[in-house]
Nanobody, 120 residues
């Protein structure tokens, strides 16, 4: 069984920083892409950032130059460093990963979500 656990959210003032973590555990064979989605109240869920097994990345335009996604394959963990946070970044951030388990089954997994609130 594979699980994802995301953490690191909180309350921060505009211009501040937070780092989110997404740790995969269990019967993992290969982790393909990992990333974060976010959903603000009354809005659709959107892809924020994604990192692939070759370390290529992509970002939604709204966070380019402010957010950086990275991964540590030895720890099966991805990180989202969020700088220069704005009130419009306020949302529930959920980790997402495409994982092949040791049975050879590929599946998309989700973390439980972590709240990020940017407010003075």
């Amino acid at each position: 069984q594979v699980q994802l656990a995301d953490s690191g959210g909180g309350l921060v003032q505009p211009g501040g920083s937070l780092r989110l973590s997404c740790a995969a555990s269990g019967s993992i064979w290969v982790i393909n892409h990992m990333g974060w989605f976010r959903q603000a109240p009354g809005k659709e869920r959107e892809l924020v950032a994604r990192i692939f097994s070759d370390n290529n990345t992509n970002y939604t335009n709204a966070v380019k130059g402010r957010f950086t996604i990275s991964r540590d394959n030895t720890k099966s963990t991805a990180y989202l460093q969020m700088n220069s946070l704005k009130p419009e970044d306020t949302a529930v951030y959920s980790c997402n990963a495409d994982i092949v388990d040791k049975r050879g089954w590929a599946k998309t997994y989700w973390g439980q979500g972590t709240q990020v609130t940017v407010s003075s």
